[in-house]
């Protein structure tokens, strides 16, 4: 990196940093004026929509986490935990199998999980209906975990498996000399080794669970059973004039992705070099 | 262990993964195919045969053709936007800017990607409002009150301002893609260029791109692919609308199958979708190999 430029130099370059200022203003600008005006009436929103909140109304973010958010929150903390624990555990089983079978078989298994990296969720939209409604389990929350699992798993399986390679065959052999079986050595060794990797994983999955709106639009129809992305169109329907809440609702579902950004950017970093592919 | 019971165990610790895979992934995608020869509604009724009409009537369906433009045009703009100018941004970050600034500019950038698209469509919402809307109180601020329009209800600015929505969220995220990248060039390759004289738009052309050709490739194939499977953003902010101007292939097929309970042929539309990203993934897929000899 070389930030030692020569004072000359860092004023000719004057124009491009004004540049990236600008483009960060237009980045954080509208979400910092989400958050502002989420403490503002509607009327005060719509006649003064920069200033600051004259009166903040607090109890925009009460009423709107009665009007449904709570619950929608609370769906999505349900299914975003349920679709990643599930994701990073049935990931994790696979590729150990993987690395522990013979070459030829895992070949088989790694073209199989890559194959579901190609196949793009809206393709699957109307079967996946017709299959969970043969289930019975539309309207449940297992129609979003059940296809969020499969769907996340290629890349799971790839980023673990490829840690679970490097892993020398020697702690394998002393492990099972020391009677584990192939579940202890799973657990004691391969396990404790790749911790780095089970978080991206689970960050890059949690992230997709957290966000998903297509499946959820169109598998729930109960409103209770909603999760947030879904949960917020029902939410704007029924606040079509109270802006300051509907604004309140929006942060109360932005903020703790972003809180979990702040504090794991290392593993999202990771997750979008390795992975390179977004939900 | 004998041998035979440690392939059988083997194979249990792959197996939910297999089963989920081909229970949610590969049996819909298949059966996607299949659907497109039925005529069909979403409740319990029967499923009739109709050959191929559902695949003639994607042919000569102007709707059809009005997505795949829009698809296209989505790709374009993503390609300049995403492909093109974050790694530009990238350059800047990693090359003119020290790593503190640097990194707080890039996460800020990125932030936009990690929140959810019907949070951020539905703030731009407030944006593009054509009363009391952010856009047009700048416009109006800085002088240009004759530019002021309803964003999203005009016919010929739904579009771009739809677009806008989607650059907006994810040249971060692109641009993320490139700084990991970018960084890996060892520093002698640009203090060798700068005492061959060359200037930094001749090192940005002679060193970081062809030094971030994978990487460029990689949000290629990203960006392309995900113009045209985009939903969340039209489907949010316009849905599909004024008339079909923002309707883009995804929206459509939803239309088709859920508003309209025209299973069969929202499940052609799918089958058409699938066949593009088919192709692009192919595309990605042939060059790696080809790039890795």
């Given at each position: 990196m070389?930030?030692?430029l020569?004072?000359?130099e860092?004023i000719r370059?004057v124009?491009?940093?004004?540049?990236?200022?600008?483009?960060?203003?237009v980045?954080?600008?509208?979400?910092?004026?989400m958050v502002?005006?989420?403490?503002?009436?509607s009327?005060?929103?719509?006649?003064d929509?920069?200033?600051?909140?004259?009166?903040w109304?607090?109890?925009n973010?009460?009423q709107?986490w009665?009007?449904?958010?709570?619950?929608?929150?609370?769906?999505?903390?349900?299914v975003?935990i349920?679709?990643t624990?599930a994701t990073?555990?049935?990931a994790?089983?696979c590729a150990?199998?993987?690395?522990?079978?013979?070459s030829r078989?895992?070949?088989?298994v790694?073209?199989?999980?890559?194959?579901?990296?190609?196949?793009?969720?809206?393709?699957?939209?109307i079967?996946?209906?017709?299959?969970l409604?043969?289930m019975?389990?539309?309207?449940?929350?297992w129609?979003?975990?059940?296809?969020?699992?499969a769907?996340?798993?290629?890349?799971?399986?790839?980023?673990?498996?490829?840690?679970f390679?490097?892993?020398?065959k020697?702690l394998?052999?002393a492990a099972?000399i020391?009677?584990?079986?192939?579940?202890g050595?799973?657990r004691h060794?391969?396990?404790?080794?790749?911790?780095?990797?089970?978080?991206?994983?689970?960050?890059?999955t949690?992230y997709?669970a957290?966000?998903?709106?297509l499946f959820?639009?169109?598998?729930?129809?109960?409103?209770s059973?909603?999760?947030?992305p879904?949960?917020?169109?029902?939410?704007?329907?029924?606040?079509?004039?109270?802006?300051?809440?509907?604004?309140?609702?929006l942060?109360?579902?932005?903020?703790p992705?972003v809180v979990?950004f702040?504090a794991?950017q290392?593993?999202?970093?990771?997750?979008?070099?390795?992975?390179?592919?977004?939900? | 262990?004998?041998p035979?019971?440690?392939?059988?165990?083997?194979?249990l610790?792959?197996?939910p993964a297999?089963?989920?895979?081909?229970?949610?992934?590969?049996?819909?995608?298949?059966?996607?195919i299949v659907?497109?020869?039925?005529?069909?509604s979403?409740g319990?009724?029967?499923?009739?045969?109709?050959?191929a009409?559902?695949f003639?009537?994607?042919?000569?369906?102007?709707?059809?053709k009005?997505?795949?433009?829009?698809?296209?045009i989505?790709?374009?703009v993503?390609?300049?936007?995403?492909?093109?100018?974050?790694?530009?941004?990238?350059?800047?970050?990693?090359?003119?800017?020290?790593?503190?600034?640097?990194?707080?500019?890039r996460s800020?950038?990125f932030?936009?990607?990690?929140?959810s698209m019907?949070?951020?469509a539905l703030?731009?919402?407030?944006v593009?409002?054509?009363?009391?809307?952010?856009?047009n109180?700048?416009?109006?601020?800085?002088?240009?009150?004759?530019?002021?329009?309803?964003?999203?209800?005009?016919?010929?600015t739904?579009?771009?301002?739809v677009?806008a929505?989607s650059?907006?969220?994810?040249?971060?995220?692109?641009c993320?893609?490139?700084?990991?990248?970018l960084?890996?060039?060892?520093?002698e390759?640009?203090?060798?260029?700068s005492?061959d004289g060359?200037?930094?738009i001749?090192?940005?052309?002679s060193?970081t791109?062809?030094q971030?050709?994978?990487?460029i490739f990689v949000?290629m194939?990203?960006t392309?692919?995900?113009a045209?499977?985009?939903?969340n953003e039209?489907?949010?902010?316009?849905?599909?609308?004024?008339g079909?101007?923002?309707?883009?292939?995804?929206?459509y097929m939803?239309?088709?199958?859920?508003f309209?309970?025209q299973?069969?042929?929202a499940?052609?539309?799918?089958?058409?979708?699938?066949?593009?990203?088919?192709?692009?993934?192919?595309?990605?897929?042939?060059?790696f190999?080809?790039?890795?000899d």
């Amino acid at each position: 990196m070389s930030a030692h430029l020569r004072p000359l130099e860092r004023i000719r370059q004057v124009p491009v940093y004004a540049l990236l200022l600008i483009y960060a203003v237009v980045i954080a600008y509208p979400l910092l004026w989400m958050v502002i005006s989420s403490f503002k009436s509607s009327s005060e929103i719509f006649a003064d929509p920069w200033g600051l909140p004259s009166i903040w109304l607090v109890q925009n973010y009460a009423q709107a986490w009665d009007k449904g958010i709570s619950e929608y929150f609370l769906n999505s903390v349900i299914v975003t935990i349920a679709s990643t624990a599930a994701t990073v555990l049935i990931a994790a089983l696979c590729a150990y199998g993987m690395v522990r079978m013979s070459s030829r078989v895992a070949d088989v298994v790694l073209i199989v999980a890559m194959g579901g990296l190609v196949v793009a969720p809206q393709v699957s939209l109307i079967p996946l209906y017709r299959l969970l409604d043969g289930m019975g389990l539309l309207n449940t929350s297992w129609a979003m975990i059940l296809p969020y699992v499969a769907f996340r798993l290629p890349m799971a399986i790839l980023l673990i498996r490829s840690v679970f390679l490097g892993i020398p065959k020697e702690l394998v052999d002393a492990a099972t000399i020391d009677g584990c079986r192939s579940t202890g050595v799973l657990r004691h060794v391969y396990l404790p080794l790749s911790k780095s990797v089970l978080t991206t994983s689970a960050v890059l999955t949690g992230y997709f669970a957290w966000n998903e709106f297509l499946f959820a639009i169109v598998f729930i129809d109960q409103d209770s059973l909603r999760t947030i992305p879904a949960g917020l169109m029902s939410f704007r329907d029924a606040l079509s004039t109270e802006w300051g809440v509907l604004l309140a609702g929006l942060t109360i579902a932005a903020l703790p992705i972003v809180v979990v950004f702040i504090a794991l950017q290392k593993y999202f970093v990771a997750g979008v070099a390795a992975g390179s592919v977004k939900g | 262990m004998k041998p035979l019971t440690r392939t059988f165990g083997n194979a249990l610790y792959v197996l939910p993964a297999l089963a989920l895979l081909g229970l949610f992934v590969y049996y819909p995608l298949i059966a996607n195919i299949v659907y497109g020869f039925f005529s069909f509604s979403a409740g319990a009724g029967e499923m009739k045969p109709v050959g191929a009409d559902n695949f003639l009537r994607l042919l000569d369906d102007p709707i059809i053709k009005t997505a795949l433009t829009n698809n296209l045009i989505y790709a374009i703009v993503s390609i300049i936007c995403q492909v093109g100018g974050a790694l530009v941004v990238a350059a800047w970050l990693t090359r003119l800017l020290g790593p503190r600034m640097g990194g707080i500019l890039r996460s800020v950038y990125f932030l936009p990607a990690v929140i959810s698209m019907t949070v951020i469509a539905l703030l731009f919402t407030f944006v593009y409002n054509s009363r009391g809307g952010l856009l047009n109180e700048l416009l109006a601020l800085i002088g240009l009150e004759h530019l002021q329009t309803a964003w999203l209800a005009d016919v010929d600015t739904a579009l771009g301002s739809v677009i806008a929505v989607s650059q907006w969220q994810s040249i971060g995220y692109v641009c993320m893609l490139y700084v990991v990248a970018l960084q890996q060039i060892p520093e002698e390759y640009y203090e060798a260029a700068s005492l061959d004289g060359a200037g930094r738009i001749r090192q940005f052309f002679s060193i970081t791109v062809p030094q971030a050709k994978e990487m460029i490739f990689v949000a290629m194939i990203l960006t392309v692919s995900g113009a045209f499977t985009v939903f969340n953003e039209p489907y949010i902010l316009t849905k599909g609308g004024p008339g079909n101007t923002t309707q883009v292939l995804a929206t459509y097929m939803y239309n088709q199958g859920f508003f309209q309970n025209q299973m069969g042929y929202a499940s052609a539309i799918a089958s058409l979708i699938f066949l593009i990203t088919l192709v692009l993934s192919l595309v990605q897929m042939l060059s790696f190999r080809s790039g890795k000899d």
